[in-house]
């Protein structure tokens, strides 16, 4: 397990406040001590990469899928698109991967509101970091949508970037969700309610 450079601030503030709680007031210290180990799993990356079958799906995020269905994305799709919505609690780890093999052909941020992460309104207020891929001449979307709690996206690409199956590309803080749009003819292997794993959990075949 590797802690992500952008969590280790954090924990550190936690650990020197529980130092500082020792001398002033005991009992206290031992929130502060909690919070620093809650947020080392938070920020926790257990996944390094993998091999996948060619045109494989691999899952963008931890956590819960909470919605799958077929719609028009007229924003880089232009189309009809088969969108898959990951929520991620406050449990599960919050680093995101990428989906496939594909370049990253554009990259934009939408500013918005921070309402719960699971419900489905959020997909279209949220703010949120949209990823533009292109795989074997298919054009397939990344949404990071910030939640309720969560309050920064990180991405870490930019466009003209190539990523891999399961590579590291950003994460989102303390609650949030990610949705893939995909090709309508995409064949999927998960359904509503299934619990994934980021950069291990193959959603589907693009064909």
């Known amino acids: 397990m590797k802690i992500d450079p952008d969590g280790i601030k954090f ?4 650990l020197a406040a529980a130092a500082v709680s020792l001398l002033l007031f005991p ?15 938070f920020f ?3 996944v390094f990469g993998g091999e996948f079958p060619p045109a494989a799906l691999v899952a963008p995020a931890c956590g819960k899928i909470v919605d799958i269905r077929e719609l028009d994305e007229p924003e880089f799709i232009r ?3 088969l969108r898959v919505s990951i929520f991620m609690s406050l449990l599960d780890e919050h680093i995101n991967y990428a989906p496939l093999e594909a370049e990253v052909v554009r990259l934009w941020h939408r500013p918005g509101s921070f309402k719960r992460a699971d419900l489905e309104e959020a997909s279209a207020a949220n703010e949120s970091q949209w990823i533009g891929l292109s795989a074997a001449g298919r054009r397939i979307l ?6 309720k709690v969560a309050r920064r996206i990180v991405c870490r690409l930019k466009e003209g970037d190539r990523v ?6 950003g994460l ?20 509503v309610g299934r619990k994934v794993k980021g950069g291990v959990t193959v959603l589907g075949n693009l064909g």
């Open 142 to 147: 990344m949404r990071q949508i910030a939640g």
């Open 44 to 46: 926790r990356q257990t």
């Open 27 to 41: 009992p206290l210290s031992i929130i502060f001590v909690v919070l620093a180990a809650a947020t080392t799993l």
């Open 172 to 191: 989102i803080r303390f609650g949030s969700r990610v949705e893939l749009y995909l090709p309508p003819e995409v064949r999927l292997e998960v359904a």
């Open 79 to 81: 189309g009809r698109a």
């Open 11 to 14: 924990i550190a503030i936690f």
């Open 164 to 169: 891999a199956p399961a590579q590291k590309i």
